[in-house]
């Protein structure tokens, strides 16, 4: 079992910059997938960003040249989020998950990111 836990999100003015973090209770996201995603009301979850145990990243092209993903150690998952507009106001979930297992699959609960305009 891994805990994940986000912090961050807040109230911010379009064009300000929020950066979110993720702590996991054990030393697991360089070994794994790590996400962001969002959830805005009436709309399904969809990934943000997303970095693979090889350090590469994904970027959903909403965010692109916007956010940042990163990791400074194997416990904590940060998402650096620039620029940010009204239509970023979402509840952002962190997500950690295994390409080898299904079972593998982690859901913080969620930290609200408020853009107003």
């Known amino acids: 079992q891994v805990q994940l836990v986000e912090s961050g999100g807040g109230l911010v003015q379009a064009g300000g910059s929020l950066r979110l973090s993720c702590a996991a209770s054990?030393?697991?996201?360089?070994?794994?997938?790590a996400g962001w995603y969002r959830q805005a009301p009436g709309t399904q979850r969809e990934l943000v960003a997303e970095?693979?145990?090889?350090?590469?990243t994904n970027y959903a092209d909403s965010v692109k040249g916007r956010f940042t993903i990163s990791r400074d150690n194997a416990k904590t998952l940060y998402l650096q989020m620039n620029s940010l507009k009204p239509e970023d106001t979402a509840v952002y979930y962190c997500?950690?998950?295994?390409?080898?297992?299904?079972?593998?699959?982690?859901w913080g609960q969620g930290t609200q990111v408020t853009v107003s305009s």
């Open positions: 997500r950690l998950s295994s390409p080898w297992s299904r079972e593998f699959n982690y």
């Open positions: 970095m693979f145990s090889s350090g590469n």
């Open positions: 054990r030393s697991t996201f360089r070994l794994n997938t």
